[in-house]
């Protein structure tokens, strides 16, 4: 095999795997070859070996492993991928955003979103394991975690963290970090929140892994953010109402770069994780929410002189796609939004547009924001407003990063 390992490579093993497994020209891999393969593979993201990682999961896939059980296990890798020079656990939340994304996929396809996730996790450095210790004996207050959050003490907090979790319930104690990490949007851009909901929904969900990855991400991200003092509830009661949440997202949709995206996926993050919040911790995070847009102003976004004439095919898609360009990408899905099956072939197109954009290096915002670009596609499709600011919004981040980058 050649010195580099490439993506191309990847996906044509995959290729062959898949057929393989269609016309079962290979038995599948028994559970104890599964798991030393899986072994291997963490084993080579966590020692950033690129290459490895994707030779190992090509094998797998070849071999009948179903790609999406490749990348449920790759939790406790995921959770220590560092993006440099920023403390925020960008890859985490990207890996809990994956659970979204992939189901947009055709059949066979996931290989594509498995590729680049797994040389993201791989060519990025780790943070430090963090030592676990037992637990303690005596019960453990939220307030103890704080305290241990103010002292700069990531491993302590974590030990703090697990004990609450075994104390309380996962739901509980999810509550309580994302109603810490309230007071901190503005200045952690909304990570404080959009990262926390999405490690904690993945953590909560998987009952079969082990916790101490996300605890341990968790605990170190919220000492070096000193997010360590839970702020008190806003009780003003915000308009929740149809009509005003299509007003506020019509806000937060607006503007182009990088600060406004990140209005978008903190709430699409604040949604996500409602199911742990009751009604007044809502209201709360709504309001610090609208806090955080600041005097945002609408921007109503249009399409008028463009064509409508929806695209039926992902290669007629991609071609416009490629250009880079967002007003002839927009045209193009235009005449899709009003249905619910149009709706879904968005879906589908720009999650593989990405996918197959991917050069071998990506900013994790562009899957992150990808996936609340899709949210506001799903919850607000009825207001063609807000869907085309969204989408246009997302589209001019990731179509500016790519020519940035020298991308094509």
């Not at 795997?17 to 269609?22: D, I, M, N």
């Not at 309230?182 to 200045?187: E, F, N, R, T, V």
């Not at 170190?220 to 299509?246: D, E, I, V």
Request: hydrophobic fraction near 40%.
């Amino acid at each position: 095999m050649a010195d580099s390992f490439t993506r191309r490579d990847f996906l044509r093993l995959v290729s062959a795997g898949s057929l393989c497994a269609l016309e079962d020209w290979r038995r599948p891999m028994c559970a104890n070859s599964t798991e030393i393969m899986e072994k291997s593979l963490l084993e080579a993201v966590e020692a950033s070996d690129v290459n490895r990682a994707l030779e190992i999961c090509a094998e797998m896939v070849s071999q009948g492993v179903d790609p999406w059980k490749i990348h449920l296990s790759l939790f406790s890798a995921a959770q220590r991928v560092q993006n440099p020079p920023f403390i925020n656990p960008h890859l985490p939340k990207m890996y809990g955003i994956g659970r979204e994304l992939v189901p947009c996929l055709s059949e066979g396809r996931a290989g594509a979103f498995l590729s680049l996730e797994i040389r993201e996790y791989a060519r990025r450095p780790k943070m430090e394991k963090i030592r676990r210790v037992n637990r303690l004996a005596s019960p453990v207050g939220f307030r103890d975690i704080e305290t241990a959050i103010r002292a700069n003490d990531p491993e302590k907090t974590a030990v703090l963290m697990a004990a609450f979790l075994n104390q309380e319930s996962g739901g509980e104690f999810a509550r309580r970090l994302l109603l810490l990490g309230s007071g901190y949007l503005d200045g952690s851009l909304g990570h404080s929140v959009s990262c926390t909901a999405f490690i904690l929904s993945e953590m909560l969900e998987r009952a079969d892994a082990d916790p101490w990855p996300a605890l341990s991400t968790l605990a170190f991200y919220f000492c070096k953010g000193r997010f360590g003092t839970t702020p008190a509830l806003k009780k003003a009661n915000p308009s929740t109402g149809k009509r005003a949440s299509n007003g506020q997202m019509l806000r937060a949709t607006s503007g182009k770069g990088f600060v406004p995206l990140h209005h978008t996926i903190t709430r699409y993050a604040i949604e996500r994780a409602r199911r742990f919040l009751g009604q007044e911790d809502y209201i709360h995070m709504v309001n610090a929410w609208i806090d955080f847009l600041g005097d945002t102003g609408e921007e109503k976004g249009s399409l008028e002189g463009s064509s409508f004439e929806p695209v039926k095919q992902y290669d007629q898609f991609y071609e416009t796609f490629s250009t880079l360009k967002t007003k002839p990408v927009m045209a193009s899905l235009g005449g899709m939004v009003g249905s619910q099956e149009g709706r879904q072939k968005i879906k589908r197109f720009l999650v593989q547009g990405v996918c197959d954009k991917y050069q071998g290096a990506y900013d994790p915002h562009y899957p992150t924001g990808l996936g609340s670009a899709l949210w506001v596609l799903d919850q607000y499709g009825q207001d063609a407003r807000v869907v085309t600011n969204s989408l246009a919004q997302y589209l001019d981040f990731f179509f500016s990063g790519i020519r940035d980058s020298g991308g094509r």
